[in-house]
């Protein structure tokens, strides 16, 4: 009679698997709860410690961490003095084991979990087996997950468990405790620059393809991803989403999140935003957005920091956009939005909303490049007046916003904008001069740019930006500063009289 070891955290199935196997003959072993629940559902099953001749101690910790077990498992089968050592040492083989582990990660996401918590739920004694079974796969039948229950059974009734297939389940094993430590790794970790960085993501989904039709792609999760993010986005309405619909989404969302105090809306296109508008209502919030591009929003992504009302839904379903995100939507914004079959609708969670992540990756060849989020938000505080002029009082809330939009916007960067719209983006530029030839040049045709003010995510390496912002209108520009050249820019604004203001700080995005 074959053996199969039992112990189970996910009791997905269980019952149903361990009827199967003893109906193939196998004698089960189980621990604890396993042990439990299929003694209650009438399965057989032997206690761990009548294999072992040893209690189980300290708690539990102690159960399944002996060479009965491990003997039993890592013994190569065609080999006989494995095989005679087991003999003379009355260690019976295993021929199946299957472990899933305790929930340590259900666990530290638990609001105010203590570390002791969080420790009594670190597994030693599962992996360990899984492992021991995964190494000898050739004898030995490593199963971890739920929904291989079926296609093991079905195997082992119709004797077809290929030597690949033992192998599949054995990378899978390898992998499951590989991000099982990872976790753990993580949890503990202080260090801001570890030795060796250990990730792990779960499979959310296979894309269609990548940015291309010819690159493969899939979206993997991190187990800890907050709520506010497109992990946890709930789509109500339309199509699959694109690796590009994503990264887009993806961006939306670190915009949008900046703004809180009143209704805003952001249309994106390409990860760069086309337009921002915010407002007492959300409907108004929209006509600012739109009327800021009203050419590159088609198409595009928007997200909205408010529930979408019926109005706002009305005229949104008169253009062709490919996203909507917002918290919620009245029944009847819905019904009108959801009129376009392959519109996307997604919500999600704008409690604890985050402009951006903790800790950004981004892949090389051969390697990854690891930092924290940019989320430095300047405020009119913390703005230095360089220039003689100084700015009035809606300059500096237009300069603020100009600031929030234009760390978002990709290097380099400038915003025309007034206190609650953009006016126009000029993005991706080799040379600072072109981005403020285009953004100004989309600004101007709008009645609200008499009010513009102009921001860059970096300094200028030299005035020419300065003297052209103010040939053609504009009376108040923010930047960071820190050009060996400021002197320049500074004397420039005083003989043209623009209000200069710098803050420090710059906002890069690649």
Known sequence: MKRALLSVSDKTGLVDFAKALVALDYELISTGGTLRILSDAGVPAINIEAVTHFPEMLDGRVKTLH????????AKRDNPEHMQMLAEQGIQPIDLVCVNLYPFKETIQKPEVTQ????????????????????????????VDPQDYEAV????????????????????????TAAYDALIAAYFTTDPEPETLTLTYNKQQSMRYGENSHQKAAFYADPMAPAYSMVHAKQLHGKALSYNNLRDANAALQIIAEFTERPAVVALKHMNPCGIGEAD??????????????????????????????????????????????????DEAFAILAKKKNLRLLTVDFSQPKAAADREITGIMGGILVQEGDQ??????????????QPTEAQMKALQFGQTVVKHVKSNAIVVTTADQTLGVGAGQQNRIDSVKIAIEKAQTKPAFKDAILASDAFFPMDDSVAYAAAHGITAIVEPGGSIKDKD??????????????????HFKH
Do not use: C
């Not at 969080?118 to 050739?138: C, H, T, V, W």
């Not at 059974?153 to 030597?163: G, K, N, V």
């Not at 050419?295 to 408010?306: H, W």
């Open 67 to 74: 060479p009965a077990v491990h003997g039993g498992l890592l």
């Open 376 to 389: 430095t938000h300047e405020t009119i505080d913390q703005f230095t007046v360089v220039s003689k002029k």
């Open 116 to 143: 002791a918590q969080a420790i009594e739920n670190i597994d030693i004694g599962g992996p360990s087996m899984l492992r021991s079974a995964a190494k000898n796969f050739a004898a030995v039948v490593p199963v």
């Open 489 to 506: 820019s500074i004397k420039k604004a005083d003989e043209l009289g623009v209000a200069l203001v710098f803050t420090g700080v710059r």
């Open 281 to 330: 209502n959300l409907e108004s919030a929209w006509d600012k957005a739109y009327e800021s591009d009203p050419i590159s929003i088609f198409g595009g992504i928007i997200a909205l920091n408010r529930e979408v009302d019926a109005q706002t839904a009305a005229k949104m379903h008169e253009l062709f956009l490919e996203i909507i995100i917002a918290p919620s939507y009245t």
């Open 153 to 176: 059974i079905t195997a082992l009734r119709e004797d077809s468990l290929s030597a690949a297939f033992r192998q599949q389940l054995a990378a899978k094993v390898f992998r499951h």
